[in-house]
């Protein structure tokens, strides 16, 4: 499991036990994601770039760490992972939010493109990546792929649990990308969800089915 952090802290397994409870409802599921995007923040953006930088201030010159321009970006693996972007939004209001649309075919149970929305300068951009599930990995690779043709080179994937089967997948076609999740779970079913995992993230969110 090489580049592959596993958050270790109390709020995250307390927020991720009301994720994966059946009896959690819609609104206490999206209002739990958002609490847990944020104790996620502080560990997925001690990696963005910065830079020391003079300022001014009412007393003094002083010398900061700054984001380095052109700022980090967001990209949601659509729908599920606008939960995630929310949240990493909200302690990164600077940073662009993108999309990439991937459906997952009942049959193949792979992942299936159907929109890209991506902000300018990708290529100059670090990147963070997000999707809850990491199940077969095949929308996180390919959501790779669409980045990487656009010209981008600084990527880290970020999730809520991952499975074995998912990560080996996803580091075998990118073993560049670094994965940050919250939990790595056991394993797959034959329908390729996530055990013990939390269902069907999207429909848990958005109240589908």
Known sequence: MNSVTVLDHPLVTHKLAILRDENTASPAFRKT????????????FSHLNVANTEIKTPMEKTTEAVL??????????????????????AALPEAPIGYIGMQRNADTHLAEPYFKKLPDQIQDRQIILVDPMLATGSSGVQAADFLKRDGAKNILFVCLVAAPEGIEYFHKQHADIPIITAALDRELDENAYILPGLGDAGDRIYGTK
């Open 33 to 44: 994601l958002l609490e847990l995007g944020h104790v996620m923040s502080w560990p997925v």
């Open 68 to 89: 380095v321009y052109p700022f980090p970006c967001i990209v949601s693996i659509l729908r599920a992972g606008n939960g995630m972007a929310d949240a990493l939004s």
